[in-house]
């Protein structure tokens, strides 16, 4: 099993957790991996998801470190996130998840097939789906 598919279902349990989870306590589930793109830079992903109103959806700082999780290395910002929602930002987005190999028209079948019942059938760009 590779670290994407850990990573996927994590996230994935993550979101199932979150809709069963206590209404009186708020949580923020999060999961992230790290890949390597073609010119084997690291490309890393993150992906939360909050139960509640007391928890802030964002944005974030997201901190890292040299080396494994016992490296004796300080940890320091690398970015400060927070949820997308305007197409024009997420196709940017897709565009940078294509070049480090992700099958974006996998990723757009599996978007539609999930809003099958919901959205009328094409007339939606993959960055709306999303």
Known sequence: MTMRHRFLIFAILSAF????????????????????NAAGEPWAYIAWQ????????????????????????????????????DPVVIRSVLSRARNVGEDLDRLEET????????????????????
């Open 17 to 36: 957790a979150s809709a069963h989870a206590r209404e009186d306590i708020d949580f923020l589930y999060t999961a992230g991996t790290v890949t390597e």
């Open 50 to 85: 909050s139960t509640g109103a007391g928890v802030p959806r964002g944005p974030f700082s997201v901190h890292a470190k040299s080396g494994g999780p016992d490296s004796a290395a300080e940890y320091s910002r690398v970015a400060i996130v927070e949820p997308l929602y």
């Open 111 to 130: 978007a539609r097939r999930l809003f099958l019942d919901l959205l009328p059938d094409g007339g939606f760009e993959l960055e709306e789906l999303l």
